[in-house]
Structures are given as C-alpha cells and as structure tokens.
C-alpha cells in the first residue's frame, strides 16, 4: 500500500471522490492540517512516501503565511524525487509557485460551473483520457496562475483562466477546478463564503441551478479523472527516478 500525504487548509475541502478513489486503489492517506498546527503539521521528510496531494482552501498564495512557504517547499521536493503530486485550486496554485510559476489575484472571481476545454496538451494526456475536450467544471477562486513553470504543459483553461490544469514531468499535475467535490461540499463550501460569491455576482440559488443542470455529468466525468489518477499517476513506484 502507498502513503500519500494529503495536505487539507480548511474544514470545507476534504478529498471528497479523489479520496475515495485513492481509498478504491488501496492507497492510504495521511492528512495534515498545517492551517490549523503550522509548518510543523507538515512531513520533515518523504522517506516512505509515494505522494502529495494539496488541497483546496480559502487562503491566497499571495498572503505569504509560513506554513505556506514550507508545504510549497514539501511539493518541490516531492516533484524533484519523482513522487506523484497533485495540487487542486489552493493546491494547484502552491504546486506552480513552488516550480517557479506566478500566481496573482483575479480581476473577478471564477465560481460555479464553467466551460473548460482541453488544450492539444490535455487531448493527448494519459491522465485525461475518457475527459471529454470541453465540460463542465465547478470553478471557486479569486487567485490564478497567471504563468505556468517553466517547461509546464498547460493542459486545459477557461474563458476567465488560462490556466485550468497543468503538468510538469509526467507525475505532477495541477488543477483549478474542483473534481473532487461531491453534491453536499459545493453546498456547504460554495455557502461558506459569501464575500467570494458576492465579488464574482454569484448566488446560492445559482450555485443550485448550475448543479441541477450540470452535477449528474460533472460527477461522471469527475469520478473518472480521480480513477485515472488514483491508477496511472499515484500507483506504487518506488524506484521512480529524480527529475
């Protein structure tokens, strides 16, 4: 069985499906909360450790907090000793800065279901196979990746976000969108911040209305990115070479 780091910032956004696919594939997953403990909450080394998975949550890269300057250390390493790593919303945004990428507010929030299309990287990656080119996605952030590292592909994007998923060697992926959230945590996560919906003209009752005509082929599409992931790019390989 292999250990995978999971790096959650609030309540709010636990692994969801991504958790119970990896849980499906046998992987165990160790949670950390350094928003809660600080930089100590996180591993002092990845020494029997087959991967990272950063979470989403309400913080900003650009806050500069401490225990975001060590989890974006941990990725780094991960990265560069050949782990699978994984970063959603927050997480994928600590993932590209942490790879020398830029991340920086948005002149408008993106939240709810968005059209996102796969870009001629993302048609032809193993991991998105069986994802349709264009979908939709639920979206829930005020920050973006205005530039991907440096010999990223860019995989997929938005009207509003260039940069909706991306990978870096052939185990490191990032996503800005939330395929892993079931029905109940777009409720209760979408509802928690009224702040966010309210700079990005959104409501609840739209959240509602975007899920009635969207959640049934989001949630398939969703359950198949997680199973990709949980089989091709978490599968035990301790022998995985450095990048």
Excluded at 67 to 82: P, T
Excluded at 86 to 108: D, F, K
Excluded at 169 to 180: A, D, K, L, M, S
Aim: with cysteine; net charge negative; aromatic share 6%.
């Amino acid at each position: 069985m292999a250990r995978i780091i999971v790096v959650q910032h609030s309540d709010m956004c636990r692994p969801g499906r991504l958790g119970a696919a990896l849980g499906a594939h046998g992987h165990i997953l160790d949670v950390r909360r350094p928003d809660r403990a600080g930089a100590a909450e996180l591993p002092r080394d990845l020494e029997g450790v087959a991967g990272v998975v950063s979470l989403g949550g309400p913080q900003n890269v650009t806050e500069g907090l401490e225990w975001m300057a060590a989890e974006m250390a941990m990725l780094r390493a991960a990265h560069e000793a050949g782990l699978a790593v994984l970063g959603v919303c927050l997480g994928h945004q600590l993932l590209a800065a942490a790879l020398g990428g830029e991340v920086r507010a948005m002149e408008r929030p993106e939240v709810g279901f968005q059209p996102v299309d796969l870009l001629p990287a993302g048609r032809d990656d193993f991991v998105l196979a069986g994802i349709p080119w264009s979908s939709m996605q639920f979206c829930s952030h005020g920050q973006e990746v205005a530039k991907a590292p440096a010999g990223a592909a860019v995989l997929a994007r938005s009207a509003a976000c260039a940069v909706q998923a991306l990978r870096m060697g052939t185990r490191t992926y990032g996503f800005q969108y939330h395929f892993e959230w079931t029905r109940d945590m777009i409720g209760a996560t979408s509802g928690s911040d009224a702040e966010l919906l309210a700079r990005a003209g959104v409501s609840l009752a739209d959240i509602d209305a975007g899920c009635g005509a969207h959640y049934g082929r989001f949630a398939e599409i969703s359950d198949r990115l997680c199973d990709n992931l949980a089989k091709l790019v978490f599968a035990a390989n301790p022998g995985a070479a450095p990048r």
